[in-house]
């Protein structure tokens, strides 16, 4: 069983950055595609950006792309979601996730990120 924690979530004004990070714990997560989710008030979870196991290849929401880089650890077991040029509209509850097939099988509790204007 694969425990995710995030951390680094926080309050920032407008045009500020965080970096969010992702722990993971139980099993290595070296061979799982990764990812974040967020889920803002009143709307559904909303994918954010995922990074794969082999190639590390990255694929982005297209309201964060450009803004915001995930980046992967295996030695450390750690994935992270760097979040530049921030926006009140990415104030959310931010998910870290991981899959090994079609399903994301693993989450964390969330950390939110609320960006103030």
């Known amino acids: 069983q694969v425990q995710l924690v995030e951390s680094g979530g926080g309050l920032v004004q407008a045009g500020g950055s965080l970096r969010l990070s992702c722990a993971a714990s139980g099993r290595s997560v070296s061979s799982y595609t990764m990812g974040w989710f967020r889920q803002a008030p009143g709307k559904e979870r909303e994918f954010v950006a995922a990074?794969?196991?082999?190639?590390?290849?990255?694929y982005y929401a297209d309201s964060v792309k450009g803004r915001f880089t995930i980046s992967r650890d295996n030695a450390k077991n750690a994935v992270y979601l760097q979040m530049n040029s921030l926006k009140p509209d990415d104030t959310a509850v931010y998910y870290c996730a991981g899959r090994t097939g079609g399903a994301w099988d693993y989450w964390g509790k969330g950390t939110l990120v609320t960006v103030s204007s």
């Open positions: 990074i794969t196991w082999s190639t590390e290849n990255t």
